[in-house]
């Protein structure tokens, strides 16, 4: 009231007052058109270093000055994954089998990985692209383009960008399309998708891969549904077996060593999925585990055995959890898919949460708990389907949002499949079709 009747009193104070606040606004609009100014330039920046910038991968600058005619063979490689590790093993034999053509692989671009290891396949390698243009340099350089292998059919992150480059599950589109228009060879070989798709551009796309390619080939009737769904013609889509079962070690290693069998300690292998949202259930695993062994009174090994090393994320969480453990051993982390069976054949149970480890599991007839990641996108089409090449279902496997849940022992779940011919019919399938396809094309 007081200053209500003193600026009555001074009529020349609220006109000071206004006009102060009409300078303030003044300078308040100059500065948001600054902050707008600089936002602009900002994202003209970042779209001008993502999309215009052609050489940003800088191996594509040697690519430039080299004669390349040979083929480029991509995948979830170098990631470190084992099964992908597997299936780019199982790639490489059946290359270098049929073909003398200098192979060069295109590898995920992490960091503390080192592709040198891939030397001993005689292969070149670059990295993914960094911007859509590099795809043209690519599909001018290479004269064959081969997916091998992997659930990379995925469009929920068709336009995520990376500070590294452009994803996989974009560029299983966007770079055969390159190779198609310059009249290229392109194989896509056992693939798998998401369990949906939606994007009308992704599918659009896909489907003139679909149509272009030499050879497009998915690892599960399920991924087959999926593309039919969204309205792709799948009359050129072969359903083939998991490339690793062509793996040139699975036969000799069956044929030659049997599982052995322990009395005690009980051997238990584990191959999980480590990820922030799968921790606790892992702690509710182990001590389902160590109960069940306790109540039959029986002393027990657990290995845990690493299967992913991006940042060494397996085998950091494996130690820290092991070290004030009894009866818990962690074993390195390997891809030598030989010596991953020499570990399994050691263990009288194996719980297994990775894809190819229920599918290396099984194929050896080893006693198995399938943990089914039932949160991930990716899993139900290919579990689904392994596991009814071998007479079980979905059903048969824990989904590992309930293991925290369960009351009953793991134990209660374990599968093993009694009819080796099953094993060897899918072995001597997926020899048949891989021979096929690379003595008619290559």
Known sequence: MIIINHAKNNPGMLDSQSLELEQLSAELDAVKKQLQEMAR???????????????????????????????????????????????????????????????????????????SIYLKYDVN?????????????????????????????????????????????RTVVDLPLRFIAKNKKVFCIGLSTSKKLSNPEYIQKLQTVVCGAIHFSVRDQYSLN?????????????????????????????????????????????????????????YSLVANIKKEMQKQKKDYIISLIPFYDDWHIDLNFYKLFAKDEENIEVLPYITDITEMIKIFLQQDFMVCARYHAILLTLSLNIPCIGLYYDTHQHYFNKISYLLEQFQYCLDDCIPMSQIKKMENSIFDKVICVKDKKITQRLLDETRETLDDLFARYL
Request: hydrophobic letters at 35%.
């Open 41 to 115: 330039l900002l994202k003209f920046g970042v779209d001008r270093q993502y999309y215009f910038n052609a050489f940003s991968n800088p191996e594509l600058l040697k690519l430039q000055n080299e004669e390349n005619d040979g083929i480029l063979l991509c995948g979830n490689y170098g990631n470190p994954n084992t099964g992908d590790e597997w299936m780019l093993d199982t790639m490489i034999q059946y290359l270098h089998k049929y073909t003398n053509k200098k192979i060069t692989l295109m590898l995920e671009p992490n960091r503390i990985f080192d592709p």
């Open 125 to 169: 390698y670059i990295h993914y692209p960094q911007t859509i243009y590099d795809y043209d340099i690519i599909a001018e350089k290479f004269d064959v383009l081969i997916f091998g292998g992997g659930a990379i059919i995925e469009d929920e992150i068709y336009w995520e960008a990376y500070d590294y480059g452009i994803n996989i599950c």
């Open 226 to 282: 999926v593309l039919e769904q969204v309205g792709i013609s799948t009359d050129r889509i072969q359903v083939i077996n998991d490339i690793v079962y062509a793996n040139e070690a699975l036969p000799s290693i069956m044929q030659n060593i049997k599982p052995e069998k322990h009395s005690e300690p009980v051997h238990i292998g584990i191959v999980y999925i480590v990820a922030e949202e799968t921790k606790e259930s892992f």
